[in-house]
């Protein structure tokens, strides 16, 4: 069940939403977790009984950790970090990658069989989730969580499940114990999570269809290849960051403030600045857990591309158990190592159009690599861009016909929109009836559009399932 369904909308969290009305605030979190699981279940019933032992798994970890923490001891801290972190990547790495494992060897003549898991829905995002908990119990950063409803209630919290953003557990101590739900910060969530909905429905779906007829099309123009490299571009932008923007509304309804995902990152000037601003929580992570233990930048040169690799190649994996995805981390990882150490102060001396010009075709071209897991097709699709014809019949049809979703894909993706919002807001007044009016109008035109097109449309992938 995904956020992007008449079924979630009308049955799910309509339901949801009711009885957390009526129920009692010391009920709430208890409420939320019966309430995820049924949402786990409904989606993935198969793979619940590893979601919840998994849960249980790091909740008595992480007080055996703080237990030895409290008496001292170290080394036993230690090892149960150890054994607890090996448990979490063991199955992460037993259903994601055991199969591209086997089918490596194999390729080296072996001719072992190819274990065929189903991937666990939003596994690789709750295993990050409780393992940055379990390290921040044994770092000293948070207390380890007694109430095993109130943790199950963290890790399971449906809003943030199945695809991120990465909530760390330090982001929502407090709120798990208590928060207020307000009227205006339920609005707020709603607003939310229209315009999130909105991303998905009216932008990435609509993308994604273009993407799709112009890819299937072999004899396509090179005009028709670079549109469709922007096409998936928005397609993968607003189909993440539109989920993102659906969760943080979904948990700002619930009295929860999720940590931003996306900051504009079409908008960057460099690949450093792209990787500030596209899933920001990723980032994080494998900056506060992986890159600094390592040493960070702290150790000279050489250490620092070997953790700037590590953390790449590590990223890479993460997003999928394929060699394309390990070779578009490597890809970043060349870009950012030579912004670091040769161009860094040179590129910020070039005006401000041709960085931004140089960082989208680095994300471009990044995105072919990402988007065929086929080497030899990503290859074949990155020559089309280079290749006759030039334009044929077919370019100007498919470029003026589809006006209607590349020209707010690409206004949207930008800050101008919310530019404009914040001097409509500073001329009118925050508290103006007309404009609070008209926002809430234009927000219930929005939905009933994205309810139209879910109900005539069967086009609605989600792209970072698969992660």
């Known amino acids: 069940m995904v956020f992007s369904s008449i079924t979630f909308l009308f049955v799910f969290l309509a339901a949801v939403l009711l009885l957390s009305a009526v129920c009692p605030m010391r009920f709430q979190?208890?409420?939320?977790?019966?309430?995820?699981l049924a949402f786990y279940v409904w989606g993935e019933w198969r793979f619940a009984g590893i979601l919840v032992l998994s849960t249980l798994f790091d909740y008595g970890m992480g007080l055996l950790i703080g237990y030895f923490r409290k008496k001292e001891q170290k080394r036993a801290a230690t090892?149960?970090?150890?054994v607890t972190v090996s448990g979490n990547l063991l199955v992460l790495g037993v259903f994601k990658y055991s199969g591209l494992l086997v089918r490596s060897i194999n390729a080296l003549g072996a001719s072992f069989r190819v274990p065929s898991f189903v991937l666990?829905?939003?596994?690789?995002?709750?295993?990050?989730?409780?393992?940055?908990?379990?390290?921040d119990v044994y770092r000293g950063n948070v207390k380890p969580q007694k109430n095993p409803l109130t943790f199950g209630t963290y890790v399971m919290l449906f809003p943030q499940l199945i695809a991120g953003p990465i909530v760390r557990y330090s982001e929502i101590e407090e709120q798990l114990a208590e928060r207020k739900r307000t009227v205006t910060g339920y609005a707020e969530g709603v607003r939310r999570f229209v315009c999130g909905l909105a991303k998905k429905v009216l932008l990435a779906n609509s993308a994604g269809a273009v993407y799709e007829t112009i890819t299937a099309n072999t004899g396509r123009s090179a005009v028709l290849s670079w549109l469709g490299m922007f096409l998936y571009a928005f397609q993968i932008y607003y189909d993440f960051s539109g989920y993102s923007d659906m969760a943080i509304g979904l948990g700002k309804m619930f009295g929860f403030t999720f940590p931003e995902n996306f900051d504009h990152p079409y908008e960057a000037k460099s690949a450093t600045e792209f990787w500030r601003r596209w899933?920001?929580?990723?980032?994080?992570?494998?900056?506060?857990?992986?890159?600094?233990?390592l040493g960070g930048s702290r150790k000279g040169t050489w250490r620092t591309i070997r953790n700037l690799l590590i953390v790449?190649?590590?990223?890479?994996?993460?997003?999928?158990a394929a060699w394309n995805f390990l070779l578009w981390g490597l890809y970043w990882f060349v870009f950012l190592t030579i912004e670091k150490f040769v161009i860094g102060k040179k590129l910020e001396k070039v005006p401000s159009v041709f960085r931004h010009v140089y960082a989208l075709l680095l994300i471009l071209f990044g995105w072919v690599l990402f988007a065929n897991e086929n080497l030899s097709a990503a290859g074949s699709y990155i020559?089309?861009?280079f290749r006759g014809p030039f334009v044929n019949a077919e370019t100007g049809y498919v470029f003026f016909s589809n006006l209607g979703v590349i020209l707010p894909a690409a206004l949207f993706c930008t800050s101008l929109p919310g530019k404009w919002a914040a001097a409509l807001k500073?001329?009118?007044?925050?508290?103006?009836?007309?404009?609070?009016?008209?926002?809430?109008?234009?927000?219930?035109?929005?939905?009933?559009?994205?309810v139209a097109c879910l109900i005539r449309e069967s086009y609605?992938?989600?792209l970072y399932f698969r992660f």
């Open 426 to 450: 500073k001329k009118t007044g925050e508290e103006a009836f007309v404009p609070a009016l008209l926002r809430t109008a234009v927000m219930a035109v929005v939905f009933l559009l994205c």
């Open 79 to 82: 090892a149960v970090l150890i």
């Open 29 to 36: 979190n208890y409420l939320l977790l019966a309430a995820s």
């Open 460 to 462: 609605n992938p989600f």
């Open 279 to 293: 899933h920001i929580t990723l980032s994080t992570w494998f900056r506060e857990y992986v890159y600094i233990p």
């Open 120 to 135: 666990p829905l939003g596994i690789s995002f709750y295993t990050f989730q409780q393992m940055s908990y379990i390290i």
């Open 312 to 320: 790449w190649a590590l990223t890479g994996f993460w997003h999928g």
């Open 383 to 385: 020559a089309s861009l």
